[in-house]
């Protein structure tokens, strides 16, 4: 396991340490903001992409436009891009970072992938053909990581290949399919791992006991067989890629459609562990929605997310990574309470990914400049793109017209219809959680001329581009100082 340190300026392996980690979709403008709040505070923190959806191998990036999906890479910035730009970025300002891979998710599309976002969730199980495809193309995105030399995180999510259908079995098939699924000798090792009760510590000086009965662990060796395979397939292709060079391995089951329970926490890192392989941050869902704030029990967020904590630490000794942490807007964080109760959970050592936020942040700020101005403009015509986009989607039944945008879409008409005002509204839902196509619209020459627009228009104009960086720098200072990030070397 990588050990803490106590790196210099740039890109390391941060090892098992509490730190924040940020998404940098469009690092020209955001590492600036992100990189100036790292440094007020001394946090060494991530930067990173999702592999699934927000970035893509160079090739995939300078493709013929129509080629890949438009869901695929769909910021429009390359891993490599994306990796060396942050690192010599950092390096620059005198602050440690570490590189993340985020979420090389293994699904049956990227459009899939994105719709995991909006809260879809296709309950079907990805085929051997859909398998090795999304193989394929993880190998190539490791490949184009590793080669950056800067990389010290990979995340991992394999939960499309969890068997959901195990959930539901009579207990007699469940024994069934177990003797015919597990060899004897690894079925006998496998069931003696949960013959005890155990108790984790959390902090506080509480504990935290979960018991897996013989029936209970045979129908989670189902349901997670194949994930574990594939996720230790994973793992070891990025220990050949990058040899001798430190990194830490993240496994996430957070975009799930039901929250993760101690239960399967506890199993599914035990058997991961069996493997004989590292786990440093693990992610379990944990209730939170993409881009909303959480508005459950906090006393039951607190004390789930406590027995998770203690369960990961005393079965691997890593932190929990929390996903899905950005709020309704750029400016609420999670929502009131939420941090505080994350803290007590977790004594403070804790993982934290924002992303999208800073986006959504710089098309708000776009929104509100005056009617007439260019940056104005720029915004509407984004807008009005993404709109005529998803319209049409829903109308020829397109791979993103899934229930929650005819609804969304629904509700912008209807708020219009009462209210011309809201028209364009940067926070109206269908646009939240759709925006991000803006970046990936070509032009026959594959120019992608709303990114190149926003690079040029907030680079040329020197008065918005230092309220920006003000604001990108605010919104991540609200995360380190609400998660008490600062000085974490």
């Known amino acids: 396991m990588p050990a803490k340190t106590n790196p210099g300026p740039g890109a390391t392996c941060l090892g098992v340490l509490k730190h924040p980690a940020t998404g940098i979709r469009i690092p020209e403008l ?63 300002a005198g602050v440690t970072v570490e590189i993340e891979a985020d979420h090389l998710i ?21 085929s051997p053909q859909q398998l090795q495809k999304s193989l394929e193309y993880n190998r190539m995105a490791v490949d184009e990581a590793a080669a950056t030399g800067v990389v010290g995180c990979f995340t991992t999510d394999t939960s499309d290949l969890f068997w959901l259908e195990a959930d539901r079995l009579s207990p007699e098939r469940v024994r069934r399919l177990f003797a015919e699924r597990f060899k004897p000798a690894a079925a006998r090792k496998l069931l003696g791992r949960y013959r005890n009760k155990r108790q984790f510590r959390a902090p506080g000086g509480k504990t935290v006991s979960v018991t897996i009965s013989r029936l209970q662990a045979m129908r989670l060796a189902l349901k997670f067989q194949d994930s574990l395979k594939i996720n230790a397939e994973i793992y070891r292709y990025c220990k050949r890629k990058l040899g001798r060079k430190p990194f830490s391995f993240e496994i996430s089951l957070d975009e799930t459609a039901a929250m993760t329970s101690p239960r399967e926490t506890r199993f599914y890192l035990t058997e991961w562990r069996a493997l004989g392989l590292p786990c440093h941050y693990f992610a379990p869902n944990i209730g939170f929605e993409k881009r909303a704030d959480y ?15 203690a369960i990961a630490q005393g079965v691997s000794g890593a932190l929990l990574s929390i996903h899905s942490g950005s709020g309704t807007t750029p400016y609420s964080g999670k929502g009131k309470g939420t941090y505080e109760a994350i803290l007590a959970a977790t004594g403070g050592e804790v993982k934290y990914k924002i992303s999208g936020v800073y986006y959504e942040l710089l098309l708000e700020m776009l929104a509100a400049q005056p009617p007439r101005g260019e940056a104005r403009k720029l915004y509407d015509r984004i807008f009005d793109a993404v709109l005529q986009l998803v319209r049409r989607e829903v109308k020829q039944g397109g791979p993103l017209a899934q229930p929650l945008l005819v609804k969304q879409l629904s509700t912008y008409d209807r708020q219009i219809a009462r209210n011309p005002q809201r028209k364009r509204d940067p926070r109206a839902d269908f646009f939240r959680f759709n925006s991000y196509l803006a970046l990936n619209m070509r032009d026959e020459q594959g120019q992608r001329y709303f990114r190149e627009a926003l690079v040029k228009y907030v680079k040329g104009d020197r008065a918005f581009r230092a309220e920006f960086d003000a604001q990108v720098k605010a919104l991540t200072l609200r995360l380190i100082d609400g998660m008490d990030f600062a000085d974490n070397l």
């Open 106 to 126: 293994v699904i049956g599309s990227s459009t899939a992938a994105v719709q995991r976002i909006a809260g879809y969730h296709a309950e079907s199980h990805i």
């Open 295 to 309: 508005k459950g029990d906090m006393a039951k967020l607190e004390q789930r997310t406590r027995r998770h904590h």
């Open 30 to 92: 955001f590492l600036p903001g992100i990189l100036a709040a790292y440094k007020q505070r001394k946090v060494a923190g991530e930067l990173m992409l999702s592999f699934g959806r927000e970035t893509a191998p160079e090739k995939i990036i300078k493709a013929k436009p129509g080629v890949w999906e438009i869901t695929r890479g769909h910021t429009g910035t390359s891993i490599k891009q994306y990796m060396t730009l942050g690192a010599r970025e950092a390096t620059k």
